[in-house]
């Protein structure tokens, strides 16, 4: 399996390029039958240039906690985060990512933990500096992938802030940047499951 996480949809090509309907069906249909528990992968964010650009300008530094990391990948710096479970139910899927994202600006510091991809909600919740839960990201349509029995992987996907999202960083961070920069980056998912 081979979904690069910064690929954009122009570079993939015309046969690279799935929509959610044809990830589904990469599946195989014995796996599609009831929930299975997830049992890793891996979950990535590639920040955009324009919001990479205007963070460095802020001077708001984003770095993962505990086991999420910031990788550089194909030149660009990538949020990785490990699955920790979840549930597979093809074509939905629950995914619990291991670690945070942690921004900061000044003395001003946000940390998003506990974060929960859904794919049939097309949201993201995490919790803002351990408190209450927040649907803090919209999931975009994914538009390339592949699968396999036990994994499948799809990316390409559009990753949002929602209004509460960019409400919770802009006031924990005293700043208007969120406000006006919306879309944070593209992902990619790589789910195994039994």
Same mark, same amino acid.
């Given at each position: 399996?081979?979904? /690069?996480? &910064?690929?954009?949809? +122009? ?8 929509? +959610? ?15 299975s ?11 955009t240039?324009?919001?990479? !650009?205007?963070?460095?300008a802020?001077? %708001?530094? @984003? $770095?993962? &906690? ?6 550089? %990948?194909?030149?660009? !710096?990538?949020l990785?985060?490990? %699955? =920790?479970?979840? &549930? ?18 000044? =003395?001003?510091?946000?940390?998003? $933990?506990? /974060?929960? #991809?859904?794919?049939?909600?097309h $949201? +993201? ?11 803090? #990201?919209? *999931? ?8 396999g ?6 990316g390409?996907?559009?990753?949002? *802030?929602t ?5 919770? @960083?802009?006031? !924990?961070l005293? $700043?208007?940047? #969120?406000? &006006?920069?919306k *879309? ?11």
């Amino acid at each position: 399996m081979n979904v /690069i996480p &910064t690929r954009r949809l +122009a570079q993939a090509g015309a046969a690279a390029v799935l929509t +959610a309907a044809t990830v589904v069906a990469a599946v195989p249909a014995a796996n599609a039958a009831s929930d299975s528990a997830v049992t890793g992968g891996k979950s990535y964010i590639a920040p955009t240039a324009a919001i990479a !650009k205007a963070l460095a300008a802020k001077h %708001i530094s @984003l $770095t993962g &906690t505990g086991p999420a990391k910031i990788k550089t %990948i194909d030149g660009a !710096k990538t949020l990785v985060l490990p %699955i =920790s479970g979840g &549930t597979a139910a093809p074509p939905n899927y629950v995914t619990k990512l291991g670690g945070g994202i942690r921004l900061k600006l000044k =003395s001003h510091v946000v940390t998003l $933990t506990g /974060i929960v #991809f859904d794919t049939k909600t097309h $949201t +993201a919740t995490a919790r803002v500096d351990r408190g209450s839960r927040v649907t803090i #990201f919209r *999931l975009g349509d994914p538009q390339e992938g592949d699968g396999g029995p036990g994994e499948v992987a799809f990316g390409d996907y559009p990753v949002t *802030l929602t209004k509460a999202g960019f409400k919770k @960083l802009d006031t !924990k961070l005293h $700043t208007q940047f #969120f406000a &006006t920069h919306k *879309l944070v980056g593209y992902g990619t998912t790589d789910v195994k499951f039994k």
